[in-house]
């Protein structure tokens, strides 16, 4: 959106006045439409953390990737929003920058796809999934680890208050054969288990925050497939400015009970 503005004015190029005594300004708009799909290209490291949003879990693992994605803004019509990405990578199963035991591939491919305005005019589906062919963070065999998800999310108070409720699904399984007089392997799995998140978000600026507050209660539960618990992870955070310099502070914890 581009907005120019000039003053009004008479034959004796003096600015013309309301009724007020304000000036007045003719405002010329032109509007131009947003580019509807994107694509990128890059290279990256991520060390410490695995997987993204209220799922991420810290980890003794780091990687260096390459990462290309497409995304369209208006799939299909109706604002609707899909993103592929793929990020083949080297991985590293030890603290940043260590190597440790050396270097083994990775393949990582991710699916978004946001229908707004489902069922009413605040609510959004989201579904996503991710796909990951690599060596597990902890004990550095092989495995392939689908992850996927469908939800509905909703804002409320000017989006201050955000809820998500939703249906989580999980498939383990080792690719790698263990020696018979090795170590013994993990067990496959499927997991199916239902999830809701509640954030409430004070801050000045989501992307820059330098004041305010934010809280959120993350909760899982589940009952089918391979095995059943509960889950619950509330989280805090703070800021507050010091002089040219912001003072943050974050609190989480989390308790799990499985039967």
Not at 94 to 123: H, K, M, N, S, Y
Not at 150 to 166: E, H, K, T
Request: aromatic share 12%; net charge neutral; glycine share 10%.
């Amino acid at each position: 959106v581009e907005v120019t503005g000039n003053p009004r004015r008479d034959a004796e190029g003096q600015c013309t006045l309301d009724e007020e005594g304000h000036g007045v300004v003719d405002v010329q708009i032109r509007v131009t439409p947003g580019r509807r799909l994107r694509y990128g290209f890059g290279v990256g490291i991520q060390a410490g953390v695995l997987g993204a949003g209220a799922q991420q879990e810290a980890v003794p693992q780091w990687d260096v990737h390459l990462l290309g994605f497409v995304e369209h803004r208006n799939f299909l019509g109706g604002l609707r929003r899909a993103r592929f990405e793929v990020r083949p990578k080297v991985i590293f199963s030890d603290q940043f920058p260590q190597i440790g035991q050396g270097a083994r591939p990775g393949l990582e491919t991710r699916v978004e796809l946001r229908q707004p305005a489902f069922i009413e005019a605040r609510t959004t589906l989201v579904f996503t999934s991710r796909y990951d062919l690599g060596p597990d963070p902890f004990l550095f065999f092989f495995r392939h680890d689908l992850d996927t998800a469908i939800g509905v999310r909703r804002n409320f108070f000017d989006g201050r208050l955000s809820v998500a409720i939703g249906v989580h699904a999980n498939v383990y399984r080792v690719a790698e054969d263990f020696p018979d007089n090795g170590p013994y392997p993990p067990s496959n799995y499927n997991l199916l288990f239902l999830e809701q998140v509640i954030q409430l978000d004070l801050r000045d600026d989501t992307r820059n925050p330098t004041k305010g507050a934010y809280f959120s209660v993350e909760a899982h539960e589940s009952a089918l497939l391979t095995f059943d618990y509960l889950r619950f992870v509330p989280e805090a955070r703070a800021y507050a400015p010091l002089g040219p310099l912001v003072l943050a502070g974050r609190f989480r914890l989390g308790w799990m009970k499985i039967y």
